[in-house]
């Protein structure tokens, strides 16, 4: 209790003193109030709100100190700040509160989540660990549930939790001895006490060949008929438009038989071919809509060149999207709540041959929907911003985002196949980017800095092509501060 309360204390005194502003700061995205936010985790629909937790670290902009940060929404605009669900004072926890996933029983919400434990010789241990609370702020923490089977290291972490029939089940990534990444399963009748099922996906179980040396943030979930499996794999080697960040997020459609843990599914295939999207997570809500967030970051290189950072803070989570399965894919759509964030509207249809236009933006918040009538010829391009770059190239059948990297020394590419562009769909957020493609087939996300930018775009054809333009300037998303306080050590 003693360490909790100093931790806590430690943050509010943070946030406290944290008087910087940032014009890079993001307006209708979740960003930390300082320091460095990752994963979602623990997204649910609790109580009459949504409630979002996250991976913070609120005392650096690198990935040392782990708690879990929270917001809650009832409408996806509206948000409130909470104190952190969960600090690390325990021994099973002590270097970490991992990311994890949260569910609602019996009117309470819990918490499953890793404990991440260093040890002096330079190892560490891993706990699959339970906190409950009664009214969705306060947790009470239950300690460790899963202790690590034998067969894996302790890369063993990200519990997911969900209710089939009259049971509970959890799904976990992990890392063999083998130094192979696969999924495994476990089953509880009262959310306490687990079996192991045996793993679930990876290579020997449902593939026939290495696919990484670690699966993070597994999801397991049914929709329209389908078992999707959503991992982001480590390891993966770059292909010619496939698997070109540092880490990739994806997932499998199959079907799984409950009662023999057979999951047999299709091939992997990326959930978002952007510069910056890791660690998804989704949920249903009330409307039966399954609903994905994802980290809009990448642990890579270019982390430490956030502009962000002169500012205390780094990273944010994308926009949250709805998910349908069509044509044997995921389609990810912006939910309909965002359209409530729309102020000014412009419409206007071009016809081009052959040249460039500018399309003038009152605002920094943008919301672009493009609807083509007529393409024929070589390739279009979008430039948004003096900094971002999208590009059909219709001989070829590839799309490409390129922008510059954070210090603008170089440009940099990210691509995918694919035959037709019917419309596009973008989310502009001062220095973040989500493009959606075909109502959601091909998304890409990004994050930009941009220099000396100016509130336009331009639009450039090799060829002809007629299309509808509608943009709206955007609001930000409301915010209210939970009351800062500190506690008193004999509490």
Not at 362 to 376: A, M, P, R, V
Request: hydrophobic content about 35%; proline content about 4%.
């Amino acid at each position: 209790m003693e360490t909790e309360i100093q931790l806590r204390n430690q943050i509010v005194q943070r946030l406290r003193d944290n008087q910087q502003q940032d014009e890079n700061r993001l307006a209708f995205h979740l960003t930390p109030p300082l320091g460095l936010m990752n994963d979602p985790n623990g997204l649910v629909y609790y109580k009459g709100k949504y409630h979002v937790f996250f991976q913070w670290n609120p005392f650096d902009t690198k990935h040392t100190f782990k708690c879990w940060g929270h917001y809650s929404s009832t409408d996806f605009i509206h948000w409130e700040v909470h104190p952190p669900a969960l600090v690390p004072s325990e021994w099973y926890e002590k270097d970490g509160c991992y990311s994890g996933s949260a569910i609602v029983y019996d009117n309470k919400l819990y918490l499953f989540y890793t404990g991440n434990v260093k040890t002096t010789d330079g190892g560490r241990e891993t706990y699959q660990c339970l906190a409950v609370s009664d009214d969705g702020i306060h947790f009470e923490k239950k300690g460790p549930v899963i202790y690590l089977p034998e067969g894996f290291t302790p890369h063993f972490r990200d519990p997911k939790v969900w209710k089939q029939g009259n049971k509970w089940f959890m799904v976990i990534g992990a890392q063999t001895k083998e130094l192979e990444g696969l999924i495994t399963v476990f089953s509880s009748d009262d959310l306490i006490n687990w079996q192991w099922l045996g793993p679930l996906a990876g290579n020997g179980v449902s593939l026939s060949k290495y696919f990484g040396y670690m699966w993070e943030c597994p999801d397991f979930f049914a929709l329209d008929g389908k078992d999707i499996l959503i991992v982001s794999p480590q390891g993966l080697q770059a292909e010619p438009f496939k698997y070109e960040n540092l880490y990739q997020s994806g997932y499998f459609i199959g079907e799984w038989d409950i009662k023999t843990n057979k999951y047999v599914h299709g091939t992997f295939k990326e959930l978002d071919h952007g510069f910056d999207f890791y660690a998804p997570q989704t949920f249903e809500d009330p409307n039966g809509r399954r609903i994905l967030l994802a980290w809009m970051g990448m642990g890579d290189e270019q982390e430490q060149t956030h502009q962000s950072i002169k500012s205390g803070w780094i990273h944010s989570l994308t926009i949250p999207r709805e998910l349908t399965v069509k044509d044997g894919c995921l389609y990810q759509k912006p939910v309909e709540e965002l359209r409530k964030l729309r102020n000014r509207v412009s419409s206007e249809t071009f016809s081009m041959a052959n040249e460039e236009i500018d399309v003038l933006l009152d605002s920094e918040l943008q919301e672009i929907i493009i609807e083509f009538e007529q393409f024929e010829g070589k390739k279009w391009e979008i430039h948004i911003q003096n900094n971002c770059k999208l590009i059909f190239n219709k001989i070829e059948s590839i799309v490409t985002l390129e922008r510059q990297n954070f210090n603008h020394s170089k440009w940099e590419k990210r691509q995918c196949k694919i035959d037709k562009i019917n419309n596009i769909h973008m989310y502009l957020d001062r220095t973040s980017l989500e493009i959606f493609l075909n109502d959601g087939q091909i998304v890409f996300s990004s994050r930009f800095y941009g220099e000396n930018a100016k509130k336009q775009c331009s639009i450039s054809v090799e060829g002809n092509t007629k299309f509808s333009w509608q943009n709206w300037s955007l609001n930000s998303y409301q915010y209210k501060n939970h009351k800062l306080k500190r506690l008193c050590t004999n509490v």
